[in-house]
């Protein structure tokens, strides 16, 4: 099964917007979007494995222009088949 995340970008100022572009260009990233708040940008990953997203984000990290990156791996929780009531 395939891992997926999200890596949250922040660069130096002014260097957003080529960040992000040279993060595109990537292989297995989905997606790369400039956002607002915090953040510059936020980068959509699919990986085969954890080895793999480790290079990935590390390839990131390599980059001019990047200050710092958060990875967070997408989570996938089983449905609740009774729903609990608050009261």
Partial sequence: MAIQAY????????WAD???AQISMLP????????????DG??????ADLE???????E????SGIVKTITCIRMKFPRA??????G
Avoid: R
């Avoid at 936020?42 to 990986?47: H, L, P, S, T």
């Avoid at 793999?52 to 590390?58: E, K, N, P, Q, W």
């Avoid at 088949?81 to 608050?86: D, G, L, Y």
């Fill in 7 to 14: 890596v949250l970008i922040e660069a130096q100022a002014g």
């Fill in 42 to 47: 936020i980068a959509a990953i699919e990986v």
């Fill in 81 to 86: 088949t009774t729903k609990v009531e608050k």
């Fill in 18 to 20: 080529e960040v992000i």
């Fill in 60 to 63: 990131m990290n390599s980059i």
């Fill in 52 to 58: 793999v997203l480790g290079t990935v984000v590390g």
């Fill in 28 to 39: 297995n990233v989905k997606s790369a979007d400039p956002v607002t708040g915090p953040y």
